[in-house]
T-cell receptor, first 115, second 112 residues
Framework: ETGVTQTPRHLVMGMTNKKSLKCEQH?????MYWYKQSAKKPLELMFV???????ENNSVPSRFSPECPNSSHLFLHLHTLQPEDSALYLC??????????????FGPGTRLTVL | AQSVTQPDIHITVSEGASLELRCNYS??????LFWYVQSPGQGLQLLLK??????LVQGIKGFEAEFKRSQSSFNLRKPSVHWSDAAEYFC??????????FGDGTTLTVKP
């Protein structure tokens, strides 16, 4: 595998379910990001990890819980979600958080539907 | 705080025609500018970036962009659009601390 991979690509869950999204980057990067992309809305940055430490949480509801066990893996644990949480969840990585010239490399996303 | 504006939500061009997508940014210091493309059902892919030097930068897939400091703009151009260019395009700016801000995106439709 190369680049940034995300699993699953599609997920349908009920409001009472617990599920997790997984992201893995094979680029040797140190920063990883979760974004939410809803229809007709701008890209929303949710969480940032830099060298495995969470550096940003942009007022994300506690029903979303990130985990970064190492610089290559990032998880988003989901529980008791709402229908409005249905969206495309994108993972990205970059060399590190502080590099102003660092572009982000994105995974293909997980299309989440909450029933 | 920095911001990015993409004035056009949706643009339609005919295949073979030229394309220009607009991007205006607001940032007090030297900006680091990027254009990304997102095909349906995919993540964002970097097209090109500008940090310094020549204000006309070349990217992948035949795209180029021109940085104009006086207009706070970084418009994306392509001389001849192909049907496969239909996608959503995002402009982004990084601060010198690495914080990224994305525009709302412009959806490009290509007519045959």
């Amino acid at each position: 595998e190369t680049g940034v991979t995300q699993t699953p690509r599609h997920l349908v869950m009920g409001m009472t379910n617990k599920k997790s999204l997984k992201c893995e980057q094979h680029l040797g990067h140190n920063a990883m990001y979760w974004y939410k992309q809803s229809a007709k809305k701008p890209l929303e940055l949710m969480f940032v990890y830099n060298f495995k430490e969470q550096t940003e949480n942009n007022s994300v509801p506690s029903r979303f819980s990130p985990e970064c066990p190492n610089s290559s893996h990032l998880f988003l644990h989901l529980h008791t979600l709402q229908p409005e949480d249905s969206a495309l969840y994108l993972c990205a990585s970059s060399q590190d958080r502080e590099g102003s010239y660092n572009e982000q490399f994105f995974g293909p996303g997980t299309r989440l539907t909450v029933l | 705080a920095q911001s990015v504006t993409q004035p056009d939500i949706h643009i339609t061009v005919s295949e073979g025609a030229s394309l220009e997508l607009r991007c205006n940014y607001s940032y007090g210091a030297t900006p680091y500018l990027f254009w990304y493309v997102q095909s349906p059902g995919q993540g964002l892919q970097l097209l090109l970036k500008y940090f310094s030097g020549d204000t006309l930068v070349q990217g992948i897939k035949g795209f180029e962009a021109e940085f104009k400091r006086s207009q706070s703009s970084f418009n994306l151009r392509k001389p001849s659009v192909h049907w496969s260019d239909a996608a959503e395009y995002f402009c982004a700016v990084n601060t010198n601390a690495g914080k990224s801000t994305f525009g709302d995106g412009t959806t490009l439709t290509v007519k045959p």
